[in-house]
């Protein structure tokens, strides 16, 4: 039997922390009450998706109440359930200021950081990521705002979130100490980073994928908007596995050769439960490549 592809090994955030191959993302982690953010945390925690994942510009949509109410929900529910910070590898991201839009001033980036660990009440994050990139910030003065948070113990790791391989590569060649992360979209739909040298850069550098919208927005979930010949290399996949097609995309960006974390989104607390079984789905460079070219439309050369 082929050997799987799918790698349900720790994943390193930097040189010292170690997490799971799943994580739990908070985009969607408003509009409910505190008790009901408490239970999904947990069962995201229990299930093993021990890094958590949020910023301060989600509340801005998924019926929130306006800028860092992701944030400030999740710190109440760490306030309510003080065992649970230390459970976690907690993240966080800035830079997006709706209407400017993005700002990656070294003044900001602390300014924006600071904001986020009141909101979290908490002294400090695992690990703090720019949430795209400010295309009128010079990499040194990027370097200089995250050096001083990491120096301040206020961040234990940075990462970046949406940059390119090259936007990445400046910024890591001004840092006096190693990006931890990138965190890039990646799906069945979304190859992007598969061939424009992201996950090549995160190898090579040693930098830990994230990947957001394993589920495509949960377009790979419902069908809608997909190629029907992609559906249909899934759900084949999916019926060999035993498992619903969700799953089998987390799997299928568990298989990448950078070894990204795959960030699940959905706040319904028995598909959170449910997450670990993609770690349970075998899937060889055959099935991998099937996926791609239905993806892409196209047979590869």
């Known amino acids: 039997m082929p050997h799987s592809l799918v790698d349900s090994e720790p994943r390193k955030i930097g040189p010292e922390l170690r997490t799971g191959p799943l994580a739990f993302g908070c985009w969607r982690l408003v509009a409910m009450s ?7 945390v947990e069962t995201a925690l229990e299930a093993g998706l ?3 994942d949020n910023a301060d510009v989600y509340g801005l949509d998924w019926g929130g109440s306006g800028f860092g109410a992701a944030e400030s929900l999740l710190g109440e529910v760490l306030a309510d359930g003080p065992g649970l910070r230390g459970q976690m590898i907690l993240a966080t ?11 990656s001033s070294a003044a900001y980036l602390e300014e924006a950081c600071n904001a986020s660990l ?11 990521q720019i949430h795209r990139p400010d295309l009128f910030a010079h990499p040194d003065e990027v370097a200089a705002g995250l050096t001083r948070l990491h120096e301040s113990g206020k961040v234990r790791e940075v990462g970046v979130s949406n940059y390119t391989p090259a936007q990445t590569e400046a910024l890591a060649a001004a840092l006096s100490f190693p990006l931890a992360t990138s965190q890039p979209e990646i799906s069945a739909l979304e190859l992007s980073a598969l061939r424009d040298g992201t996950l090549d850069l995160c190898a090579r550098l040693r930098i830990t994928a994230l990947a957001w919208s394993p589920l495509a927005g949960g377009r790979l979930a419902s069908g809608e908007g997909v190629r029907p010949e992609l559906l249909a290399v899934l759900d084949d996949l999916a019926k060999r596995e035993g498992v619903d097609r969700a799953t089998l995309c987390t799997a299928f ?8 974390i795959a960030i699940v989104g959905t706040t319904n607390p028995e598909r959170i439960a449910a997450a670990p ?7 060889d460079r055959a099935d991998v490549y099937r996926i791609v070219e239905a993806s892409e439309g196209a047979p590869l050369p």
């Open 93 to 103: 991201k800035g830079g997006i200021i709706p209407g400017t839009p993005y700002d």
């Open 50 to 52: 021990g890094l958590v």
């Open 118 to 128: 009141t909101r979290l009440g908490v002294d400090h994050v695992d690990l703090y």
């Open 34 to 40: 505190v008790k009901e953010a408490r239970q999904r």
């Open 253 to 260: 960006v568990l298989a990448f050769a950078a070894r990204p």
């Open 277 to 283: 079984r993609a770690l349970e789905v075998r899937l």
